[in-house]
């Protein structure tokens, strides 16, 4: 039962090791301890942050730092430490990359991502860009092991974590059926942002893209109309598709000032906006009309990566068929052609690139 004990021997993974040096290379088997879990991956999905990790802009991968990246990862439990008793070998699962110290005020109010002392799989730890990853006992404690159907592809369930970041975005908006939707950026967080206001009911969604083939996807994917903001006057769009009034929630999913600053005015009276992408480390402040957020009461919003209690509602919908996320997965490659994989990823033409280990 216990499929890599004894000789643990060696695996295949990509291994950070500083900025644009990523290695796929032979490490030895993870080790687990008291109460943590071996997983063996399936799929796991590369995302902006591990683009970021690659070029050595993340926080968290500080010079002289060798580490395994990938937090979006579905894999079977392949070993289970001692102590642990209520998660089964062989049972698929999607790893929840977030926790928390468990007690403070943001964990025990389900916003683990938030936790002063926050720890991520693929960010703090090894991740899943290998064939086997180690979930710490503090993950398996706090339910980030979450169980997924073998009916849905695993590559698609390895999108369980933005979508969970997209779910937790538009939680904050409160989209209410027929309403007017607004997505600036059409990357695969637009489409899913899509795709899910949708699915809750949203009258009209309209996206802005200046990229052709991001466009195209938006339009494939559910948007009712997309607009090219370089080329055409989205205020108008907006104001046709919307009896005049502007959009009734609005969704900056793109790292662009400029778009931050256009929200405030394409909104409706009463609207609310969710800045759901962070701007550049080197120009974070915007020109905010606050007469604009006072006089047509606007909510503007934001919210930062997700929870595990928003990974476990991504789950149920991706594992209910509500929301499908099967044509977001442009390509897959094998974990010995990472490199190529994340250059894939970086091309503006796809949206997910998935590794299969
Ligand atoms: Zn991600
Ligand atoms: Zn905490």
């Known amino acids: 039962m216990n499929k890599v004990s004894g000789d643990r021997g060696n695996m295949l993974a990509a291994v950070y090791h500083g900025p644009n040096d990523l290695r796929v290379e032979k490490v030895p088997i993870p080790t687990i301890g008291k109460g943590e879990i071996l997983v063996k991956v399936i799929s796991a999905s590369i995302c902006g942050t591990d683009l970021r990790i690659f070029h050595g802009n993340h926080r968290m991968y500080l010079p002289g730092i060798i580490r395994i990246p990938g937090h979006e990862v579905v894999g079977t439990i392949a070993e289970v430490g001692e102590e642990i008793n209520n998660i089964s070998i062989g049972q698929r699962v999607f790893c929840s990359p977030n926790t928390g110290?468990?007690?403070?005020?943001?964990?025990?109010?389900?916003?683990?991502?938030?936790?002063?002392?926050?720890?991520?799989?693929?960010?703090?730890?090894?991740?899943?860009?290998?064939?086997?990853?180690?979930?710490?006992?503090?993950?398996?404690?706090?339910?980030?092991?979450?169980?997924?159907?073998?009916?849905?592809?695993?590559?698609v369930a390895a999108l369980i974590e933005p979508f969970a970041c997209v779910l937790r975005g538009q939680n904050a908006l409160h989209i209410k059926a027929g309403d007017v939707v607004l997505i600036l950026g059409a990357g695969p967080i637009g489409v899913m942002h899509t795709k899910l206001a949708k699915a809750r009911g949203a009258g009209r969604v309209i996206v802005s893209e200046p990229v052709n083939d991001r466009a195209a996807h938006a339009l494939r994917m559910g948007a009712d109309r997309v607009v090219d903001p370089t080329s055409e006057n989205l205020k108008q769009v907006l104001n046709e598709e919307s009896e005049g009034r502007g959009a009734d929630c609005i969704v900056v999913a793109a790292p662009v000032n400029a778009a931050q600053e256009s929200a405030l005015d394409l909104a409706a009276i009463s609207g609310r906006i969710n800045f759901f992408g962070g701007l550049p480390k080197n120009s974070p402040t915007?020109?905010?009309?606050?007469?604009?957020?006072?006089?047509?009461?606007?909510?503007?919003?934001?919210?930062?990566a997700c929870s595990?209690?928003?990974c476990w509602q991504a789950a149920q919908i991706i594992n209910s068929g509500l929301v499908d996320l099967s044509d977001l997965v442009s390509r897959r490659f094998p974990l010995k052609d990472a490199l190529r994989a994340f250059a894939a990823a970086?091309?503006?033409?796809?949206?997910?690139?998935?590794?299969?280990p």
């Open 286 to 304: 915007i020109n905010f009309d606050s007469n604009l957020v006072h006089y047509k009461e606007l909510v503007v919003t934001a919210t930062t």
């Open 308 to 310: 595990t209690a928003d």
């Open 101 to 155: 110290c468990g007690h403070c005020l943001q964990c025990i109010t389900g916003n683990n991502n938030l936790c002063a002392n926050y720890e991520a799989i693929g960010v703090t730890s090894d991740g899943g860009f290998a064939e086997y990853v180690r979930i710490p006992a503090r993950s398996v404690q706090q339910g980030n092991l979450i169980p997924v159907s073998e009916s849905i592809d695993p590559a």
């Open 346 to 356: 970086e091309d503006r033409r796809s949206l997910k690139i998935v590794l299969e």
